[in-house]
């Protein structure tokens, strides 16, 4: 009998000290049934990397209140190839202008969250992208 | 996506390691090789449980502990350090919030160090199920050391004494008398406690409390912060599965995770647990007693899923129903059913 759970990695890189919104959505995950692991603050990009290579995940879930999203979401991403992490999908959670949000997704994030979104939203969004299935 | 070569764990390929602790923990059918293949180099790493309640301050001293095993002086080669971090799955929703590693950031970067976070997915004695197996691949890995933090354990979660070699039990000041101090379960599985947050003032009532219920137990002794033990004579004391546990009287010490103040002692206390196990034969008498406890579980797990694989669903139903309506027995039931 095989049962898998979606895990997902919340962490914040950077150097903002506001984590409401993580833990809300770490929350929200866990009672929507997945396995959710907290970082907890200040990540450096190789740090979200290496937990999300031992933790063996599905999915990273970016929290960055602190307007560095551009340089600091591509370097996850690029952490993450180098642990042949690709398959891993990139949600990006926080204060990010509308503007910024294509060249992120162009980088390869799944998907970018601003403030208000519901939460079940972004477990349904989870639950679609993730496919037991190929597990 | 399940090909995953156990020659590459046992070279260190972190990612592989990590993709096969995940078909472990699944159960998936391609665990079983990874295991197969690691199996028979596992049985030389130090197997070392910490439990506690919540909030006492396992997972920062698990973070130190780590650190100070890999930078111990007296060693040629730093050992390699792997640490099971078990949380409590939700019986609501059926996920979980795994914590572990906020308190483990200092370890970041070090690549002898393998840290891991499990949901306990249902079990209630403190681990999950797949815990052991994880670490069997870890030990086939390479580890030299394992920790595993379990989740906040109250009072009767003991299965990391069925499966350490040695239990920390740690405990912290203000949390509750005495008494507590002399009921049966954590504190019985302990080989060394640990005292936690000794910069509080009641630290050091609490570690009195726990020296008089050491005495107790083992007649005499003295309270030590600085990683003494005594040795002492007193066959007849009981282990958790009656094994005879002859010479080791558990110490106490005061450490405060935070800042590190007492970890070295404590690391060290943890190695001479080792060497003692070792030197008086228990280690294998462990050994034996979990790998058979181990099949008789399997063999449980085994047999049950024949026997619902086999059993007529209309006729359980019928069954339970007359249960239910309070005309037949769960024990009668259940043996009209096998």
């Not at chain 1, 990273?60 to 996850?76: K, N």
């Not at chain 2, 040629?76 to 914590?99: C, E, M, N, Q, R």
């Amino acid at each position: 009998m095989t049962e898998k759970k979606i895990r997902v990695l919340i962490a914040k890189p950077g150097l903002d000290g506001h984590d409401r919104g993580a833990k809300v959505i770490a929350r929200a995950l866990r009672d929507a049934g997945m396995e959710v692991i907290y970082t907890g603050l200040r990540q450096t990009p190789e740090m979200i990397a290496e937990a999300a290579l031992q933790e063996d995940v599905d999915v990273v879930g970016l929290s960055i209140l602190s307007g560095a999203h551009t340089v600091l979401v591509p370097a996850v991403v690029k952490k993450l190839h180098e642990n042949q992490l690709s398959d891993v999908k990139v949600f990006v959670g926080g204060i990010i202008p509308k503007e910024d949000i294509p060249e992120l997704l162009e980088q390869g994030v799944y998907a970018v969250y601003g403030p208000g979104t519901d939460t079940q939203k972004v477990a349904e969004d989870i639950f679609q992208a993730f496919n037991p299935a190929e597990a | 996506m399940t090909q995953i070569d156990p020659l590459a764990i046992r070279q260190g390929d972190r990612r592989a390691l990590s993709r096969a602790l995940t078909l472990v923990e699944n159960n998936h059918p391609g665990s079983r090789e990874i295991q197969a293949a690691l199996f028979p180099h596992s049985g030389k790493a130090h197997l070392i449980g910490i439990t506690g309640a919540p909030g006492t301050g396992k997972s920062t001293l698990v973070n130190q502990l780590a650190k100070a095993f890999r930078q111990q002086e007296d060693q040629k080669i730093a050992p390699k350090v792997a640490i099971i971090a078990v949380d409590p799955t939700s019986p609501f929703s059926g996920g979980a919030l795994l914590g572990d590693r906020i308190r483990m950031h200092d370890l970041a970067g070090d690549k002898g160090i393998f840290i891991r976070s499990m949901a306990s997915r249902g079990a209630l004695g403190g681990l999950a199920h797949s815990t052991a197996a994880f670490v069997t691949v870890l030990d086939g890995a390479g580890f030299d050391l394992i920790l595993i933090e379990t989740v906040g354990a109250g009072q009767a979660e003991v299965d990391i004494a069925r499966l350490a070699h040695t239990v920390v039990v740690v405990e912290a000041p203000g949390l509750g008398d005495d008494i507590q101090a002399i009921k049966a379960g954590i504190l019985e599985i302990a080989d060394i406690l640990v005292v936690n947050k000794s910069d509080r003032p009641e630290a050091e009532n609490t570690a009195r409390a726990l020296q008089a219920m050491l005495d107790m137990a083992h007649g005499g002794g003295s309270l030590s912060s600085a990683g003494k033990h005594m040795l002492r004579g007193n066959a007849g004391t009981k282990t958790i599965d009656n094994q005879p546990e002859h010479h080791w009287k558990p110490s106490i010490h005061l450490v405060t995770a935070t800042n590190g103040d007492g970890i070295n002692q404590l690391a060290a206390d943890i190695k001479r647990h080792r060497i003692y196990l070792q030197e008086t034969g228990l280690w294998q008498v462990k050994e034996e007693n979990r790998l058979r406890r181990d099949l008789d579980a399997l063999i449980k797990d085994m047999l049950l899923l024949q026997w619902q694989q086999k059993i007529d669903k209309a006729w359980f139903d019928a069954v339970l129903s007359d249960v239910i309506a309070r005309k037949r027995t769960p024990i009668e039931a259940a043996e009209a059913l096998i």
